[in-house]
């Protein structure tokens, strides 16, 4: 009896070590990769969670453990039983997959693991197929010309003049101090987006209470830090009490810190099917349902009042807001394939939750970059008011603002070039996904169906020096590589990580560095996007949708923001430039301490 327990024993000890054994990351053929992760069921997680515990950096991880293989392609291992995920650092090899291989990569199956319980199956999330295409043609009519530039570019404007009214407030408690930026920040972004979204009657705002509330306070009833003294020249930050916003708007900004919550677990699915069927989770995505079915139904309603009394379909000029543009859209392809329209379904729930989404945490988190940077750098800001003042100088003479009219038909200058500077360094989506769906090669590397591949948007050749690889590997068997390579410059190595929005003029550089010469060398010269590398909305058929959206919002912000304000530089302290990764790639702190001008 007891040999025969021992026999048992060793047996399943055997078949254990077998299991162990199977279940150890198992790397693909010649790709560097960390050895000592092949050895821990977890893999690379365990380096990830350490490293994150003391910086909180999830990107400076990525990147880190790319570096230490010395090649631009490696592979790590972070889920248990998964396989290897892909890390590409090389801005050409990134190009060459997204705007010339979609036949070959698609967007990863890992994104919708990831925010499937935040997005559902918007088209984001998506692989490219005919539920892709059908998604994407509902809310197509939003981005077009006509209604961007008509009653969009205005409600942000609208929007905007709100923020600046709470920033001047602050200012004046503030008297010289820092104050919290984020989430003023977040709630002007959310406050243009939900108004592009269903138009200027919208009835909720998340900045209005916050002016409300700060109107009629005085600089004796804000707090700090007991031990500082209220003096003008402290730096100790001042503490602005926050006021509670509608239930809807709140529950769409938990939503989105939802995914802050899940992606830390090793075991994503399963996390966001026990978030799922909490109360808590369940009250907050209903609450968030019902404000965007009210607004829907608000579009229906005025599209059938228009087509009642003037016969015809609205054209995109006309619409007020995306909700109106996509019922009009579903209502045209109900038409079309003669069926019944269905305003009310899931799926333009989840559209329209998506343009929410993906306009208010990135364009947020681009702008929350912006200011740290600007405020680090005052002869940016110096030339970007003079650029202004000398664009508009209509409201300089008038002593007003510009218009949001003026704003849009002021030529491509010294703003656009600092806004693509703010999203190269700031890098709001640092990561681009895809997910091989054939056997190929990249960059000589075999890659089989079903691996996914993470490109690193903030590596060499786009905030750190270009790495020497070889050109010829670029899409094996084509020359696609070739235009490729040769149609975006690469950017000077020896100025690379800098903010420096004059690279984006066309007129070659010269190392000079005095703020009149460089102001004789932007005047002469002319804004090109294309001036080098930044991938800061994807590219090709998957790029980002709401670009346009974006550019439009962040053209007016800026504007507004600098001609308001000199921003002045935080204390060290307040001024790191750690991030934390959620959806997007936030800054750990983003204080601002302003200084109004009249």
């Not at 269903?198 to 707090?223: C, D, N, V, W, Y």
């Not at 209509?394 to 500077?421: K, M, N, Q």
């Not at 020497?468 to 235009?483: H, I, P, T």
């Not at 190595?493 to 007129?507: G, Y």
Request: glycine share 6%.
């Amino acid at each position: 009896m007891l040999q025969l327990t021992i026999a048992v024993a060793l047996c399943a000890s055997f078949l254990v070590y077998l299991g162990y054994k199977w279940a150890l990351p198992k790397p693909l053929p010649e790709i560097p990769y960390n050895a000592e992760a092949t050895k821990s069921l977890f893999g690379d997680g365990v380096s990830l969670k350490k490293e994150v515990s003391q910086t909180g950096d999830v990107m400076a991880w990525f990147l880190k453990q790319n570096q230490k293989t010395g090649s631009p392609v490696s592979q790590i291992f972070l889920q248990p039983l998964g396989k290897p995920l892909i890390i590409i650092r090389d801005w050409r090899a990134a190009r060459d997959v997204m705007l010339h291989r979609s036949r070959e990569f698609d967007r990863s199956t890992l994104m919708n693991t990831y925010a499937e319980g935040l997005l559902g199956r918007q088209h984001f999330v998506l692989q490219t197929g005919p539920e892709w295409k059908q998604r994407r043609r509902l809310i197509d009519d939003t981005m077009s010309p006509a209604f961007l530039h008509g009653p969009v570019s205005q409600v942000v404007y609208e929007n905007s003049l709100n923020w600046i009214e709470l920033w001047r407030l602050k200012a004046r408690l503030a008297d010289g101090r820092p104050f919290r930026a984020y989430y003023d920040i977040h709630f002007a972004i959310l406050d243009t987006v939900l108004g592009f979204s269903f138009g200027s009657r919208f009835p909720h705002s998340a900045t209005r209470p916050q002016i409300k509330r700060l109107a009629p306070m005085t600089q004796g009833e804000l707090r700090g830090p007991p031990e500082v003294p209220r003096s003008a020249s402290s730096n100790a930050p001042i503490e602005f009490p926050e006021e509670p916003i509608h239930s809807a708007l709140r529950s769409m900004l938990q939503l989105l810190d939802t995914l802050e919550e899940v992606k830390t677990s090793p075991f994503i699915p399963l996390k966001w099917w026990l978030v799922k069927r909490t109360s808590t989770f369940q009250n907050r995505k209903r609450m968030k349902d019902e404000c965007i079915l009210a607004e829907v139904r608000k579009a229906v309603e005025s599209r059938t009042e228009y087509t009642k009394s003037s016969h015809e379909e609205q054209s995109p000029s006309l619409m007020r807001c995306a909700a109106e543009a996509v019922v009009d859209r579903e209502a045209r392809n109900a038409q079309k394939e003669n069926r019944s329209p269905e305003f009310f379904s899931t799926m333009v729930v989840e559209e329209v939750w998506g343009l929410i989404v993906a306009g208010s945490d990135t364009l947020s988190t681009t702008f929350a970059w912006g200011v740290k940077l600007l405020a680090d750098h005052p002869e940016v800001q110096d030339r970007l008011r003079k650029a202004l003042y000398a664009t508009h100088i209509r409201a300089v003479e008038e002593r007003r603002l510009p218009s949001a009219e003026e704003i849009h038909h002021a030529p491509a200058g010294y703003v656009d070039a600092t806004i693509e500077e703010m999203l190269r360094c700031g890098g709001p989506i640092p990561i681009g996904d895809r997910e091989a769906i054939v056997d190929t090669t990249l960059l000589g590397y075999h890659i089989p169906k079903g691996t996914n591949v993470r490109f690193l948007h903030n590596g060499p050749g786009i905030r750190l020096p270009e790495l020497e690889v070889n050109k010829g590997k670029y899409s094996q068997g084509s020359d696609s590589w070739k235009a490729t390579d040769q149609s975006i410059p690469a950017w000077d190595d020896e100025d690379v990580d800098l903010f420096k929005p004059e690279r984006w003029f066309s007129a070659p550089q010269t190392k000079q560095s005095s703020n009149d010469a460089v102001e004789a060398r932007a005047a002469k010269a002319s804004f090109n996007p294309q001036a080098g590398p930044s991938i800061p909305f994807g590219l090709g058929v998957r790029g980002c949708f709401g670009r346009r959206l974006a550019y439009i919002e962040l053209r007016i912000l800026l504007t507004m923001l600098i001609w308001n304000f000199e921003l002045l530089k935080c204390p060290e302290d307040l001024s790191g430039y750690s991030a934390r990764l959620s959806f997007v790639n936030k800054p750990r702190t983003c204080y601002v301490r302003l200084k109004v001008l009249d």
